[in-house]
């Protein structure tokens, strides 16, 4: 086990909808990583927090948001969902910002999410 | 833009033979490599990494990687593999020179081992 919890494990929602997820990260860890994996893809980055704050987007729209706690948990929001956001999301905890390089990254279970 | 490209998106081999999972990476800068596993059920684990120094790295489970940076590769291999080792294998790439804070993954490859 890595310590990096997820919650919910199973969610299904309605296209339109608006869904939340949750990740706390292993003790001592204070970057968060948002993956998206859908079926027989990899693991595309979504984004970064680091203290709280975004460091670092990959290429998905705004209706995906982040938040960072002060206790390095984070949240993955998504709104106006789409059957196209059906997909394993993936958090991963690091110590540190992973630009800084040299730094791994520990994943979570995920949750796996369906849009119908 | 850093890319992975995982050349065999599915493999099937008998207990005891041996693997090699191939992975090219595009990248012009300096980089960091991994390879993950994902065993059936369960979360993305980390096998091996590349961060500096010798290219030939150690992982665990019996797993190498080789780095080949003229080739811009990092070929996974075991040289006699078992059942347990059927799972989902990741390359991944981490840019250092202004690619931004992400992993960047290959597609997979799906290892089957048969008895």
């Known amino acids: 086990e890595t310590g990096v919890t997820q919650s919910p494990t199973h969610l299904i929602k309605t296209r339109g909808q608006q869904v939340t997820l949750r990740c706390s990260s292993q003790?001592?860890?204070?970057?968060v990583s948002w993956y998206q994996q859908a079926l027989g893809q990899g693991p595309q980055f979504i984004f970064q927090?680091?203290?709280?704050?975004?460091?670092g987007r990959g290429n998905f729209p705004p209706r995906f948001s982040g938040l960072q706690f002060p206790n390095y948990s984070s949240e993955l929001n998504v709104n106006a969902l789409e059957l196209d956001d059906s997909a394993l999301y993936l958090c991963?905890?690091?110590?540190?910002?992973?630009?800084?390089?040299?730094?791994?990254?520990?994943f979570g279970q995920g949750t796996r999410l369906t849009v119908v | 833009a850093q890319s992975v490209s995982q050349h065999n998106h599915h493999v099937i081999l008998s207990e005891a033979a041996s693997l090699e999972l191939g992975c090219n990476y595009s990248y012009g800068g300096t980089v960091n490599l991994f390879w993950y596993v994902q065993y059936p059920g369960q979360h993305l684990q980390l096998l091996l990494k590349y961060f500096s120094g010798d290219p030939l790295v150690k992982g665990i489970k019996g797993f190498e990687a080789e780095f080949i940076k003229s080739k811009f590769s990092f070929n996974l291999r075991k040289p006699s593999v078992q059942w347990s080792d059927t799972a989902e294998y990741f390359c991944?790439?981490?840019?250092?020179?202004?690619?931004?804070?992400?992993?960047?993954f290959g597609t997979g490859t799906q290892l089957k081992v048969e008895l």
């Open positions: 991944a790439v981490r840019g250092l020179t202004g690619g931004g804070n992400k992993l960047t």
């Open positions: 927090y680091y203290r709280e704050e975004e460091n």
């Open positions: 003790s001592g860890h204070n970057t």
């Open positions: 991963a905890s690091s110590l540190g910002p992973l630009q800084g390089g040299n730094t791994e990254a520990f």
